[in-house]
């Protein structure tokens, strides 16, 4: 897959992932609306998925959340930060009457985590549907989400005129 068309943050055990994967371009929103898939493998070999072609425990698909380019790059500032000084960070993605999508990273005393390797917490609500996802990251899982966000801002921000924030 393109870097222009996905990002990701996957745990550090690689086990956990969270995939965003391009669905549209809404320009005079200025936003970004992602198809986003999150998946483990566990335990179980039953179910292979159909992005990674691996065999995973379950998978969620979250069609067409629709992210302002202005969070998308808040959150790019959050990893950056995070990755000079393990700062904690809580951010918002997308907050409509329909959905919103939280990100958190943070040490938790629930799995074994510390400042270096924070617990990613993903929370989204749809009505009363409530998905809520917690797993280890490290530098290299950070430093990656990073570097595939940056690129799908810059390509888009470079090509269809999306607004960057700056």
């Keep these: 897959m393109n870097l222009t ?3 990701h943050i ?13 669905a549209g371009i809404l320009k ?3 936003a970004v609306a992602f198809n986003i898939i999150l998946s483990s493998q566990r335990y179980s070999t039953q179910e292979q998925s159909p992005l990674t072609k691996e ?4 998978s969620f698909n979250i069609p067409a959340v629709v992210i302002h380019t202005d969070k998308l790059h808040l ?6 930060q995070w990755l000079t000084d393990n700062s ?21 005393r629930h799995l074994i985590s510390s400042l270096t390797k924070p617990v990613l917490s993903i929370d989204f ?4 549907l409530q998905l809520r996802n917690k797993y280890v990251a490290d530098f290299s899982c950070i430093n990656m989400a990073a570097t595939e966000l940056r690129a799908i801002l810059s390509h888009y921000h470079n090509s269809d005129g999306l607004n960057s924030g700056c």
């Design 5 to 7: 068309q996905a990002w």
């Design 55 to 58: 065999f995973v425990d379950y």
């Design 125 to 128: 609500q749809h009505g009363a």
């Design 28 to 30: 005079r929103e200025s």
């Design 88 to 108: 904690p960070f809580s951010i918002v993605l997308a907050d409509s009457p329909g959905y919103s999508l939280r990100i958190k990273a943070k040490k938790s």
């Design 75 to 80: 959150l790019t500032t959050c990893f950056e």
């Design 10 to 22: 996957p745990s550090n055990s690689g086990r956990d992932t969270l995939n965003f994967v391009l």
